[in-house]
């Protein structure tokens, strides 16, 4: 989950509660029509570390494909707390055998859920021309407007076929 510290709505069971925002870090990917799921995929290798110095988030796995591809994944997280209100992604793919075609979708996920609740009363999504996406939410509370925006680049490689940017709020 995403968790701002001081950003609290009131749970019917459970009282006051840090709620959770939209996740910004959306980021999907299919080879060969086969999507990237932890859980039902076949996943080897996998590494998460945190470096307590940086923050950065680094986490590693290899991805082996229905079709028989090989794919090593490589996320890079940060805060970047030079610049105000700023987190980054790195997301590089490795073939590490076969070959096909694979689709990449970034986004802001807004169906997000704190212990079951919905916190939000109002959400409101936009798209810019640099295809840059966003998200406004107002929470529960009334007192709170957080604004969300996603700007994804994507370098074109050996079998990647199309990207596309997306907001998720059902």
């Given amino acids: 989950g995403t968790y701002i510290p001081g950003i609290v709505g009131l749970h019917p069971a459970l009282r006051e509660e ?3 925002l939209p996740y910004f870090w959306d980021f999907r990917f299919w080879f060969d029509g086969e999507k990237l799921d932890m859980e039902q995929c076949h996943i080897d290798d996998y590494i998460r570390e945190l470096d307590f110095k940086t923050g950065e ?3 590693s796995f290899v991805w082996n494909t229905r079709s028989g591809a090989v794919l090593r994944m ?4 940060v805060i970047d707390f030079s ?3 700023t987190a980054l992604q790195k997301i590089s793919v490795e073939v590490e055998q076969g ?4 689709r990449a979708e970034a986004g802001i996920d807004g ?4 212990n079951g609740f919905d916190h939000f009363k109002e959400v409101s999504t936009m798209t810019f021309e640099d295809g840059g996406i966003g ?8 007192t709170v407007w957080i604004r969300t925006l996603v700007h994804s680049s ?17």
């Fill in 111 to 114: 169906n997000v859920r704190t």
């Fill in 74 to 77: 490589h996320y890079n997280r």
């Fill in 18 to 20: 840090m709620i959770n």
């Fill in 99 to 102: 070959n096909g075609s694979l």
């Fill in 83 to 85: 610049t105000e209100r």
């Fill in 135 to 142: 998200m406004d939410i107002q929470t529960d509370q009334d």
């Fill in 57 to 59: 988030l680094k986490r």
């Fill in 154 to 170: 994507m370098q074109k490689m050996d079998g990647l076929s199309e990207s596309n940017r997306k907001i998720a709020r059902a």
